[in-house]
């Protein structure tokens, strides 16, 4: 149960059921109405002083005496109630505003038909983003004068030499290749990151097929494509995925985390002020902990800024630690960790259920039957519940905009399983 007090006279919050998915025999919510819901919804409600208004099932109730239980139905005219609390992610007056991270993108995921057959990828990820980034489209192969459709090109080792040759004709385009690449590279103004066609001999930037010859004849060996080798030469630090990388649920979210960070931090490094790097520093304090606390610590003291340096050489050094940081994804076990500091602030608050319940939470995550957003959800209801103001700016909790977080998806982060080969 939750007891929700407004504090001002309109305010917004949106409540997220994620436990609802834990029925498969569906479930209901019960207020000071009947109402149904379904697994995984989202709902929006406006508040006032006394009443929630506008929901999409229509309640309308007291803001002063609003709880929700949920109830599992397994049978008809049958229920058992279970002791599970409504998981929520409550923002209250103040969301938090994201940065539009600039993102140079494969032109043929989801924006133009321009690969070698005329035909375009379709990547769901990629429109769920359109509205949270500014995307750069390029296609190289395209730029140095191939048209569409075209005789595909390979990357072939010629005397012990990468070179990318297109079979049909015998044409070698290496050079055009690397003076495009070098020259597009060069042009761009501030990048977040990138979004490269998957093997692709062009763009892709890793597991590329490279061939002994151009006659049909199996592949030998993997490098990055020519453009991607480019990027990774010129932007290693930045955050640099391909279309189907990024189907897997853990690198999605370590690209999406990476990405809008470093669009923070430029924010940051353009504003030129000190205390910018200050709250920057406070406001990551805990994903940099789940991600590297010895990098942690070089960043607080370069933020303390105890020897007075200045702040382009401050800068300067605290954005190679904070690439450093950021560099891998955390374990299961570094984010546990952080919950259990998190959960800390309010432990002696918390009733024995209420422990029990996110301690069982947890073990579901570990063992890759609940996301981290499910765990993160219940922090963000205490932190809200007991009016932790530090808490409620730490980016752990919401990393990048939650529309873009795929909830639905289940995964174990602490099998020891290598998911970046």
Known sequence: MLFVKPQHSEQTIKIVFDSLSYSPFGVGLQSEGPVALAPDSHV???????HILGTSFGIIAPIQSVFWRIKTYEKPNITSEYNIQVLMSLQVSKLREFPKPTVVVSKCIAFEPVRWNAQMIASEFVEKLKPYVSFITVCPEVEIGLGVPRDPIRIVLVNGEKRLLQPATGIDYTEKMETFSKSFLDSLDAVDGFILKSGSPSSGFKNVKV????????SVGKSP?????????????????????????RINEHFLTKLFTLASFRGVKK???VRDLVKFQS?????????????????????????????????KNYETHLY?????????????????KIMGYFSHQLS?????????????????????????????AWIVRFKQEYLSSQTILEPFPEQLAELETAYSEVDGKNYWK
């Open 352 to 380: 024995k259920d209420e422990k029990s319940f996110f301690l069982n939470s947890i073990e579901k995550y570990k063992a890759g039957r609940l996301p981290l957003s499910a765990c993160l959800s219940v922090l963000k």
């Open 324 to 340: 450093y940081a950021l560099a891998r994804t955390p374990s299961g076990g570094a984010n546990i960790n952080v919950m259990s």
């Open 44 to 50: 929006n409600a406006w508040i006032t002083d006394s």
């Open 225 to 249: 494509g020519f453009f991607g080798e480019a990027v990774l030469q010129k932007f290693p630090n930045l955050a640099i995925e391909d279309e189907r990388r990024l189907l897997n649920p």
């Open 271 to 273: 504003s030129g002020k």
């Open 283 to 315: 406001d990551n304090k805990y994903l940099f902990t789940a991600y590297n606390q010895k990098e942690l610590r070089f960043l607080g003291k370069i933020a303390a800024n105890q020897e007075h340096k200045a702040f382009d050489e401050a800068m």
């Open 211 to 218: 061939y002994p010859s151009i006659e049909k004849v199996a």
